[in-house]
């Protein structure tokens, strides 16, 4: 069974830092790129960033670009999603969600349940 | 960048009733770019259509999607009480981007 476990989710200063973790089980993490996407409260779902296979390649949403770092360890089934200089705009539940081509169309195929990150003085 | 505007913002149905949810692209977008998300209050997004109008794995075929080119439509063809929720079309691309979602609400 496909799992996403996302953890390190919390309340920060503005200007702060947070790393959030996704654990993966029941698939191949190497086989997959991966995407971290957010929610703020009350609000919809905006793309903020994804590595492909191994790490090498990841890209980034305007609103994160030079501030959040995606990376992975496929060894250890974790995505990790590093959150520097945050601001109030960047509170959100942030899902990591998995990358899947069924007959080469890509879609988001399985969601963790999401960690809140509170960005607040 | 491709925006993705869904309406109506707001859907009152009753269970039974049919269900057209539309999602219009600021641009030609590719069918096999084009996936249908369900969230229910409190829970993580669920992969409903994918390519346009191939249902995820799982999903009853309640759930149909069409379109093409900057037009793509969503139905739910007699609906039933688990499907009061939000939906957003998703257009993959360089940068994935959401639509803003419809609210389906229990009229």
């Known amino acids: 069974e496909v799992q996403l476990v996302e953890s390190g989710g919390g309340l920060v200063q503005p200007g702060g830092s947070l790393r959030l973790s996704c654990a993966a089980s029941?698939?191949?993490?190497?086989?997959?790129?991966m995407h971290w996407v957010r929610q703020a409260p009350g609000k919809g779902l905006v793309w903020v960033s994804r590595?492909?296979?191994?790490?090498?390649?990841?890209a980034y949403a305007d609103a994160v670009k030079g501030r959040f770092t995606t990376s992975r360890d496929n060894a250890k089934n974790t995505v990790y999603l590093q959150m520097n200089s945050l601001r109030a705009e960047d509170t959100a539940v942030y899902y990591c969600?998995?990358?899947?081509?069924?007959?080469?169309?890509?879609?988001?195929?399985?969601w963790g349940q999401g960690t809140l990150v509170t960005v607040s003085s | 960048e491709i925006v993705l505007t869904q309406s109506p913002g707001t859907l009152s149905l009753s269970p039974g009733e049919r269900a057209t949810l539309s999602c219009r692209a600021s641009q030609i977008i590719s069918s096999s770019d084009l996936a249908w998300y369900q969230q229910k209050p409190g829970q993580a997004p669920r992969l409903l259509i994918y390519g346009a109008s191939s249902r995820a794995t799982g999903i009853p075929d309640r759930f149909s999607g069409s379109g093409s080119g900057t037009d793509f439509t969503l139905t739910i063809s007699s609906l039933e009480p688990e499907d009061f929720a939000v939906y957003y079309c998703?257009?993959?691309?360089?940068?994935?981007?959401f639509g803003q979602g419809t609210k389906l609400e229990i009229k």
């Open positions: 590595s492909n296979g191994d790490g090498s390649g990841t």
């Open positions: 969600t998995r990358d899947t081509r069924y007959g080469g169309d890509p879609s988001f195929d399985f």
């Open positions: 998703q257009q993959y691309g360089t940068s994935p981007f």
């Open positions: 029941g698939f191949t993490l190497s086989s997959h790129w």
